[in-house]
Structure formats: structure tokens, C-alpha cells
């Protein structure tokens, strides 16, 4: 208040006016009020002396949200210079001036004429002035002055959300801050506690507190755990007035979460498991399921599974499945019934997240013992070996047997096994197997040098469930015999020339075999004895699986002899030995000094058996240019032949050639035309056919055109109308044949058979005016007319 003493003390200063407001005895609203007064100052240059002025101030104030009935007082307006003769108006001017603030223009008054909401707008700023009411001129400066809205505490505290959400980790310390919640109040916070909030809380307790200025929200228990409760809701009041009685209060609602935390170890919910498992379930396979259960959530309850001990350690193993979270079971290794049938195994469960924080809770594992089966099935038999490899000599002779192989059935019935076979492995039965007691004979000859090594499939089957079968392969070699004859290693036809001298080499032969030897073939050369002196050569064995042909005379004459044939005899040392005799053509053949060959048949030498060489040559090269000769001579033959594009297989004699030409369709009107056929008077006759090549080119003949004959035409649409009716007749591509006769010949039937039908009399006497051809004719039936008359 000291501040507006000053400003009005200031405002006097300035001004030489008297100013003051005198407060009148009036009270509003069930406050204490005082009149308020705004005295305007007189201006009046004549007295300029200082009066005594009463406490000025330039505002009124007013209290919002009234609730009476009349227009609520504000206060009054007053000059010095008012004499109360009506001579002067008050005109109010600014915030709401004539509408929400009026005036008494004689009086001064001020009123307000509705309710006012400071939250809307806390100060009004308006002008007064007093004006001469007759000369509208004004008597005093205007004056400003403010209406302030005095607040009430008419607003509850409102909360920035409707909802909070808000999450803590279970197990967590008292005092664990949560979330903070604020309330706003809309009343004026410099005036009174209305807009002073304190926070309470209303639910939730005694797990969470609040603090009061603040809004903080902390946990109030220790030990929370979320497997027992995990949602909380927690209501908490803001209430103005610092707190206290008659204040207005809003609440607001807090949803908490415990979120999880690892202070649970897992456990099996049993302390024994039993599974059974067939003997015949392969590796890798799942045999069952086990699962510890952890009240914790999502990592924090992933489990580990694990074999720590047991005699089955090697046999089994065990996965986690990620999903559920259990413990799969499998094979590792075969089973087998009747080496071991019951498998104890020890399988602990472990926590892959532990958190050190919890661990005085105990260790976070568990173990449980599992018992596994092995069931008894029926297997099929076990052959002694997983293959059997066999040997037999070649010349061995058929069913001798070559090894034998051997299988079981390993359950405990002991089932007889048979064995046999499998033929699409031996497919020339070249093998064959007791079915008794698995030996392996052979059922036909064999040969090492066409096929070495047989494999086979041998199948043991159990009797009573054939069913029950194994397979196992048998690699049968075959050894090898001296059963073949060395041999040339090639064909050897060589020369010699007819200057040749004696003890000259003209060919070095070698030899193969196809038997195998081990330390290696040992050949011998030789020519027969009963041929090695009369021959004109001679055979050197090298010792080294070659020999060499030498000449034994001199000089050679091709005239007298142009061929030799050698006969050599090839052995090789193995047992049995094995000997061949070849032959070596050598041919006498012209050289030169040098003894390079320059003709082995200058001559066409006739031999007494037939022509020579060059001769037959000659004569097959005629032979070939004659058939090339006459074969192009019948090509161009054929080409120049005139034969219709398309041979028609009907008689030509029927007047029907057959095309089967396809043609174009509608828009096709080059290939024939079909009216020509509709219309045969109207065949241009400069068109020729196209299905054959003409020799000339000519104009053809002209011939008459033959009469349309309106019998043929009516009888042949008669019979196209039948068979368009008929549903019985052929397809309409069909070829139907008409024999039509006519109508008759003028002359009608010359036939003597339809005369002796005729009842009635006829004259045949015109038959003597025929002539003398006639003559015999008229006579014959002349008398038959008498002898009908007598």
C-alpha cells in the first residue's frame, strides 16, 4: 500500500487539482467494504492554492464469481467540481465499459452486470472523465483507474494425465523412486492457499508413499516380488488450500508394474523321469521331454539343459528347445536290447542369466534323474562282416563254391536266416548261395580277361518274418589262369626287295598276351620244323619278347613269287603252356639301291585265279560312275514327268479326282472356283489346271455346251432335299451316287416280254411297210393275228 500512497502522492504533486476518494459506508458481498470514492479534481486557475486532500487511490477492487441478484457495486465516481444541480455527467470509458461495467451518469456509480472469473481476466482497465451536460465539454482530465478481480478459490487442482504408468523391478529397496505425478491449480497462487496443492495418497498403500510438496511416488515395502503380485494401482489426491478443510482436490490414478527380475532358480516339478526307447531308433532321434519350471519371465527363466552323470553319458543327449523352454531327449549312438536295456542318467537344469544380486537365494540349478527303457524289436539279421571280399581262379569249375558269408538274427528268438541273391546286381546268374548256409558256388564259366571283379548283393532274410531283411555287398575276384595263347601285337604284312641280300632284317615282330603275369611274359619265337627249310626266310628270337625275320637267299623275283606267307609259332613260358601260330605276309616288291621301295606290282599281273588288283579296282570305279549316271538320269526323269500334284486312288473312270486341297478359307478366291461346278456353261476355258505342270501352252478346243436337261435337274435336287431331311443320311462331305434313267424314249420299248402282257389287240401290219428286213417279222406275227381270228 505504500506503493500507491507514493503514486498518488506523486499524482498530486503533478497536478494542481484537488483529487481524493472518500470512502463511504457500504459493504458487498459479505465483505467488509468501504464506499470507494474516485474524486476527480477541479481545474481552476483563479484559486491556485493548495487544499487539503483526503487518501486518493486509483483502483477499485472485486470479487469474482458473484452469485446475487442485483448488478454487483463497484464503486463511485465523484468531481469537486459536481454542485449536485445535474450539471455534470460521468462517462466511463476501456475494458468492458457500457457492457460489463456501467455508470450512473448523475451519480458516478459503477456496477458490474454479471458474474466475473478472474481465471478469465484478473484486471480491468477503464477511464473516467465528468463533462458539462449542457455544452458536452468536460470539466476534469480523464482519469484512468483499475478494477482487479479478487480470486476465490474456485478451482480443483488438475493432474497433467488422466493415467500414469509407471514400471520398478521387483525386489526393489524402500524409497526406489517410481514416478512423479503434478497437479496445476488454476486460482491466483500470490493471493490466499488456493492454489497451493499438497499430494496425499488415497490407495496403494502400504506399498507406496508420496510426498507432499513434490508428488514423488516411492516404494514403501521392502521385498516386493512380482511372482506374487505384479500390478498395482495407486490413486493420489491433490488438495488445495495448503491441505486443509474446505479445500478443493483432484485425483489421479497411477498403474504400477513390478518387472521381472532372475530370484527364482528353476525346478523340476518331480524328482524321476521314466522314458522307453525302441532298440531300432536311429541316432539323433528325440526320445522324450523334461521341463523345470522357472516362475520367472522371458531371459531370466531360459534354462540350460545338460547330462552331468549316468551310465548312458555317451549314449544320449539333450538340447534346449528355445520356445518352450524344455529339455529334448535323444539318441546318440545305436541302441541295443540285448547288450544293455536300462539307462540311468542324471540331467541338471541351469539358469543362463543369473543375477549376482540374488544369488544368497540359493543355487540357481536343479537335477533330476531319468530312467530310459530299451524296448525289444525285431531286427533284421546282422551279417559277421559290413563287406566280404572273395577270390576264385577262372577255370574253377561250375558250383564251386568261392567263400561263404554269414549272418544272424541278433534279438533274443534267434531266428533261422535264409539267404539269397540279389539279382539286379548279378544279372547273368553267374553266382549263386545256399540259402541254408550263405556259401557262394559259381553257376557259370568264368573269364578273368572279359570281367575281373563281379560285385553282388547278398540278402539274408529272417524265415518267419521275411520282412526282416539285410543286404551286404560281396566283391568276388577273379584270378587268372594261362588260358590264352600270346599272340601278334598287331597285324604284320612288310616287304622285301628283290635286290635283297641274305641275313637282312625285314621286320621285328612282338606279341602280346592276354593273361596276367606276375614275374612277367616270357616269349619264344620259332618258325614250324616242317616249314623252316623249304622257307626262303629265316627267325631270330632276341630273348627280349621280340624276333626278327631275316632273308635267307640272295635275290628275289616278284615275277616268280610276289607273296610269302610266314607261319610263325609264338609260345610263353607259364603252366600250362600256351602257344599260337601267326602268319607274317611279306610281299617282293621293286627298291632301289638304297632299298626304297618303288613298286611291289608295276605289272598287271593275271594270276590264275582271277584279275589283279588294279584290274577289279578299274572295274568297281566303272560299276559306280554307270549307278551314279543312271541315278541322276531317273532323277531328272521324274522331275520332267507329268503327274497330277496329288494322285487320286479312285478309278479315273468314275469322273472323280480327289485334291484334298485345304484351300484358304472364305477370303480365298484363287483356289477354285466352286460356281464352276454349279455352273458348267460357265467354265472359262482359258483357266488350266494347277495340280499339274502342262507340256504347252495352248488354247483348247471349244466344245458344245450341253443342254440343261430340267428332268436331271429336278431329280437331282429331289434327292439333295431327301437327304437334307433325312437324320439318318451320311455326312454332308460324302459321296452319294444317283442312276437315273429318264423319262422314256419316243419310241417306247422295242421288248417283245411287255407285248405278251397286253390284253387287247394290235395291229401289226405297218411292220411289212418297214421293208424287206422287216419282212419276216410281219410275217411271224401276221399269222399270229389269224390264228387268234380262226
Known amino acids: 500500500m505504500r506503493t500507491y500512497h507514493c503514486f498518488w502522492l506523486l499524482f498530486w504533486a503533478g497536478q494542481p487539482h484537488q483529487s481524493f476518494l472518500t470512502p463511504l459506508p457500504k459493504r458487498t458481498s459479505g465483505f467488509p467494504e ?65 457492457d460489463l461495467f456501467i455508470i450512473n451518469e448523475n451519480t458516478g456509480d459503477i456496477q458490474a452486470t454479471r458474474r466475473l472469473d478472474r481465471e478469465e481476466k484478473p484486471v480491468y482497465i477503464l477511464r473516467a472523465q465528468a463533462v458539462n451536460r449542457r455544452t458536452g465539454r468536460p470539466v476534469e482530465p480523464e482519469s484512468e483507474f483499475i478494477i482487479k478481480i479478487h480470486d476465490i478459490n474456485d478451482n480443483e487442482p488438475m493432474f497433467t494425465k488422466d493415467v500414469y504408468n509407471a514400471s520398478i523391478p521387483e525386489m526393489s529397496d524402500v524409497g526406489t523412486f517410481v514416478v512423479q505425478v503434478t497437479a496445476t491449480d488454476a486460482d491466483d497462487p500470490t493471493y490466499g492457499n488456493s492454489a497451493k496443492v499438497v499430494y496425499s495418497i488415497l490407495q496403494g498403500q502400504p506399498y507406496f508413499s508420496v510426498e507432499s510438496e513434490t508428488g514423488i511416488i516411492k516404494t514403501a515395502l521392502l521385498n516386493m516380488d512380482r511372482e506374487n503380485r505384479e500390478q498395482y494401482q495407486v490413486v493420489i489426491q491433490a488438495k488445495d488450500m495448503g491441505g486443509q478443510m ?45 521341463k523345470a519350471n522357472d516362475a520367472d519371465v522371458d531371459e531370466n527363466a531360459e534354462i540350460e539343459y545338460s547330462i552331468t552323470e549316468g551310465d548312458g553319458y555317451d549314449m544320449f543327449g539333450i538340447t534346449t528347445d528355445k520356445d518352450t523352454q524344455e529339455g529334448i531327449i535323444t539318441v546318440k549312438k545305436a541302441l541295443d536290447f540285448e547288450k544293455k536295456n536300462l539307462y540311468i542318467l542324471k540331467v541338471e537344469a541351469t539358469n543362463t542369466h543369473v543375477d549376482p544380486r540374488f544369488l544368497y537365494l540359493g543355487p540357481f540349478k536343479d537335477s533330476a534323474t531319468v530312467r530310459i527303457q530299451v524296448e525289444d524289436v525285431d531286427e533284421p539279421p546282422v551279417f559277421s562282416r559290413p563287406a566280404y571280399i572273395m577270390e576264385v581262379k577262372e ?59 563281379h560285385n553282388i548283393t547278398v540278402i539274408a532274410a529272417e524265415i518267419n518274418n521275411p520282412k526282416q531283411s539285410s543286404r551286404v555287398p560281396v566283391f568276388i575276384k577273379v584270378l587268372d589262369v594261362n588260358d590264352n595263347a600270346p599272340e601278334f601285337a598287331m597285324f604284320y604284312e612288310t616287304f622285301v626287295c628283290e635286290n635283297a641280300k641274305a641275313e637282312q632284317l625285314i621286320q621285328t615282330l612282338s606279341a602280346v598276351d592276354k593273361d ?34 631275316f632273308t635267307r637267299k640272295t635275290r628275289y623275283n616278284r615275277h616268280e613269287m610276289s607273296t610269302y606267307f610266314l607261319p610263325v609259332v609264338i609260345s610263353d613260358n607259364e603252366y600250362p603252356i600256351q602257344s599260337s601260330t601267326e602268319t607274317v605276309t611279306i610281299r617282293v616288291c621293286a ?55 496329288i494322285i487320286s486312288k ?66 437331282i435336287n429331289q434327292r439333295l432335299k431327301d437327304n437334307d431331311t433325312d437324320p439318318t443320311a451320311p455326312p454332308y462331305d460324302s459321296l452319294a451316287t444317283y442312276a437315273y434313267e429318264g423319262n422314256g424314249s419316243v419310241a417306247e420299248s422295242l421288248s417283245s416280254l411287255e407285248s405278251v402282257t397286253t390284253e387287247g389287240d394290235q395291229d401289226y401290219d405297218y411292220l411289212s411297210d418297214w421293208g424287206p428286213r422287216f419282212k419276216k417279222l410281219a410275217d411271224m406275227y401276221g399269222a399270229m393275228d389269224s390264228d387268234r381270228d380262226s
Not at 482436490?249 to 530370484?263: A, E, F, R, Y
Not at 525302441?278 to 539323433?284: I, K, N
Not at 561250375?398 to 531266428?415: E, F, L, M, S, Y
Request: glycine residues 8%.
Open 34 to 98: 468501504k464506499e470507494k470514492v474516485l474524486v476527480l479534481s477541479g481545474n481552476s486557475r483563479r484559486d491556485l492554492h493548495r487544499s487539503k486532500r483526503s487518501w486518493m487511490w486509483n483502483q477499485f477492487f472485486l470479487l469474482e464469481e458473484y452469485t446475487g441478484t442485483d448488478y454487483q457495486y463497484v464503486g463511485k465516481l465523484h468531481s469537486d467540481q459536481d454542485k449536485g444541480d445535474g450539471s455534470l455527467k460521468y462517462i466511463l470509458s476501456g475494458d468492458g465499459a457500457g
Open 246 to 290: 474446505g479445500g478443493l482436490s483432484g485425483t489421479t490414478t497411477v498403474n504400477i508394474t513390478l518387472t521381472d527380475v532372475n530370484d527364482n532358480p528353476p525346478r523340476f516339478p518331480q524328482s524321476t523321469y521314466q522314458f522307453r526307447a525302441p532298440e531300432s531308433m536311429p541316432a539323433d532321434s528325440p526320445i522324450g521331454r523334461i
Open 395 to 453: 577255370d574253377v569249375p561250375i558250383n564251386t563254391v568261392i567263400g561263404t558269408v554269414t549272418a544272424q538274427d541278433p534279438d533274443a528268438a534267434k531266428n533261422p536266416v535264409k539267404y539269397s541273391v540279389d539279382r539286379h546286381t548279378d544279372m547273368d546268374r553267374v553266382f549263386n548261395i545256399n540259402s541254408g548256409n550263405g556259401s557262394i558256388f559259381t553257376s557259370k564259366p568264368l573269364d578273368r580277361e572279359t570281367l575281373l571283379w
Open 516 to 549: 596276367d603275369s606276375h614275374s612277367g611274359h616270357q616269349f619264344s619265337f620259332s618258325i614250324p620244323p616242317e616249314t623252316a627249310s623249304s622257307s626262303n626266310f629265316t627267325l631270330q628270337d632276341n630273348r627280349d619278347n621280340t624276333a626278327g625275320i
Open 591 to 645: 627298291c632301289d639301291h638304297r632299298g626304297k621301295m618303288l613298286s611291289c606290282n608295276a605289272e598287271a599281273l593275271v594270276h590264275p585265279t582271277g584279275l589283279s588288283t588294279g584290274a577289279l579296282i578299274a572295274i568297281l570305279l566303272c560299276i559306280i560312275i554307270l549307278l551314279v549316271t543312271v541315278v541322276l538320269f531317273a532323277a531328272l526323269r521324274r522331275q520332267r514327268k507329268k503327274e497330277p500334284l
Open 650 to 715: 479312285e478309278d479315273i473312270r468314275d469322273n472323280i479326282v480327289s485334291y484334298n486341297d485345304e484351300g484358304g478359307g472364305e477370303e480365298d478366291t484363287q483356289a477354285f472356283d466352286i460356281g464352276t461346278l454349279r455352273n458348267p456353261e460357265a467354265i472359262d476355258d482359258n483357266k488350266l489346271r494347277r495340280d499339274i505342270v502342262p507340256e504347252t501352252l495352248f488354247m483348247p478346243r471349244r466344245t458344245a455346251t450341253v443342254r440343261d436337261n430340267a428332268d436331271v435337274r429336278d431329280f
